[in-house]
């Protein structure tokens, strides 16, 4: 992975989340692999049930726990804050939800991160609204979990509402 | 057993990776807003979806029961949903045991049989590689203190062959002739009438003119197959009855799942939807208003046609006005 030297491997991983011992390392078997095709009957399923907002939430912190335990369980964390960026561009390459163009700092402080090609957006086609919900909980999970700080994402473009390229802020929770 | 194109196709399916405690937060955040059953239910089509998405750009096929138990162990490796090993089969059934079962670690002790995203991905991989319908019963799992996860697969009766009615033996009715509605593919219609049998009749019309008829009803089905002489279309009932044939009112979701997979299974699908009222006063307006839009995008998208009957003055005005928005409407007299 590029940009390794800015990503410590953890001395320790656990199982988190498993019974049995929870110090034996158990990365292979903690992870399942997804269809990208279930993310729009996710979105669907969920609105339907609990209404647009409420679906986005569950469906944001879905991601969120996946960005922070994948990253936990990899071993990886900055020690540095600055090469947050980098090392969010190579993992997000890993994870198969799409692929970050640009990271740019903006003045406040955040991250602005474009996706040419989230998988969310493009499962759920135009649709005339911002759908990156997990996209976005996976992207603040994954930075949290890389530097320790509470991370939120929000998502200020996207290709589902007819954007050219999805769009999300990156910041630290205040 | 043919494994077409699977070095190439696999390599292009689009997947992403998410850890077990993260399906154990999703099924928790579930289970408190839609209670235990439902989450359960929804969690088995999410598995069936994610099994069929991962097969269906492989083109992999087994057709026996002996080659699926051959083929599943394979597959299930690349899945990480914990080591399996194929058990006894006979012709129609076949046993799987999950030595480490990562759903039912994730959840943990309960004295329950946990593993229902995993039986969904075993049963959408099962019917993508043979063409089969399956359902899947989970006879032993760790959750309640067995040694390993046992999932038996059987045979499902819920499967819908999509077919048009036969106009054999007939009788000539004075249905609402083609000539009154015209009826278009890809389109959804309010049917805004006091006469049930109206609408019926027009459904049974058109299944017997060639199209795939699927009846969705508050109504009981041999009631209804009998009144109104629809024999071969599948009939699900809005019931709260434990049968298979029956959707509880409350599980919109699944009821989506049904018709969703009736509709890519045929060619000149049409739907009526008999009941929308009780749809709503059993979930409430805003539910029931997506849950149509939803099968309104699908019936567009497989250019199919959707009947919905709807009594109009059971609903108030402004709520009646949003439906229509989404509808053709079409006033159907006595």
């Not at chain 1, 163009?101 to 499962?123: F, M, Q, W």
């Not at chain 1, 939120?152 to 769009?167: K, L, M, P, Y």
């Not at chain 2, 439902?38 to 979806?49: A, D, F």
Request: net charge negative; proline share 3%.
């Amino acid at each position: 992975m590029k940009g390794g030297s800015t990503l410590l491997k953890k001395d320790h991983v656990t199982s988190e989340g498993l019974t049995g011992d929870p110090t034996v390392p158990d990365v292979r078997a903690s992870f399942f692999i997804v269809p990208t095709d279930i993310l729009e009957a996710l979105h669907q399923e969920f609105s339907a049930l609990a209404g647009e907002r409420s679906s986005s939430g569950i469906l944001y912190r879905t991601g969120y726990r996946c960005g922070q335990t994948v990253t936990a369980k990899m071993n990886f964390q900055l020690d540095d804050d600055g090469m947050l960026g980098d090392a969010l561009t190579n993992l997000w390459i890993e994870i198969g939800l799409g692929r970050i163009s640009s990271i740019i700092p903006t003045d406040e402080g955040a991250l602005k991160i474009v996706s040419e090609e989230s998988t969310e957006a493009r499962s759920m086609g135009i649709v005339r609204k911002k759908v990156c919900d997990i996209t976005t909980g996976y992207l603040a999970g994954t930075a949290s979990a890389l530097t320790g700080h509470d991370f939120v994402c929000e998502e200020t473009r996207c290709f589902s509402n007819g954007a050219e390229q999805c769009e999300y802020i990156l910041r630290r929770k205040v | 057993m043919e494994f077409d194109s699977l070095d190439t196709e696999t390599a292009e399916t689009p997947f992403f990776i998410m850890p077990s405690n993260a399906l154990k937060s999703l099924r928790d955040e579930l289970a408190i807003s839609e209670g235990e059953k439902l989450t359960n239910e929804m969690l088995y089509r999410y598995g069936v979806r994610c099994g069929e998405g991962m097969i269906e750009r492989m083109s992999i096929k087994a057709s026996s029961t002996e080659e699926i138990s051959k083929v599943v162990p394979n597959l299930w490796a690349g899945v990480g949903l914990g080591r399996v090993s194929a058990g006894p089969f006979t012709a129609e059934e076949l046993t799987f045991n999950f030595q480490e079962s990562i759903e039912a670690r994730a959840v943990g002790k309960t004295n329950e049989s946990s593993c229902h995203f995993t039986r969904g991905y075993l049963v959408g991989i099962a019917q993508q590689i043979s063409d089969k319908s399956f359902k899947a019963v989970e006879t032993a799992c760790l959750s309640r203190g067995d040694d390993v996860c046992t999932i038996k697969l059987l045979p499902s009766t819920e499967y819908f062959e999509p077919v048009a009615e036969s106009t054999e033996g007939a009788a000539k009715k004075d249905y609402i002739g083609e000539s009154s509605i015209k009826l278009e593919p890809g389109v959804s219609y309010l049917l805004e009438t006091d006469d049930l049998a109206r609408c019926y009749e027009l459904f049974l019309e058109r299944t017997m003119a060639g199209a795939q008829g699927l009846c969705i009803t508050r109504d009981f089905p041999d009631r209804v197959r009998s009144k109104f002489n629809i024999k071969k279309s599948p009939v699900i009932w809005l019931s709260n009855a434990d049968l298979e044939y029956a959707v509880e009112p409350v599980q919109l979701g699944k009821l989506y799942h049904k018709i969703e997979d009736f509709l890519k299974k045929t060619e000149k699908g049409l739907i009526i939807l008999v009941g929308i009222e009780y749809l709503i006063t059993q979930n409430n307006y805003s539910s029931a208003l997506k849950f149509l839009q939803l099968i309104k995008d699908q019936i567009s998208i497989f250019g199919a046609t959707l009947l919905v009957p709807i009594v109009p003055d059971a609903l108030a005005e402004k709520d009646l006005k949003l439906i229509e928005r989404e509808f053709e409407t079409i006033k159907v007299e006595k």
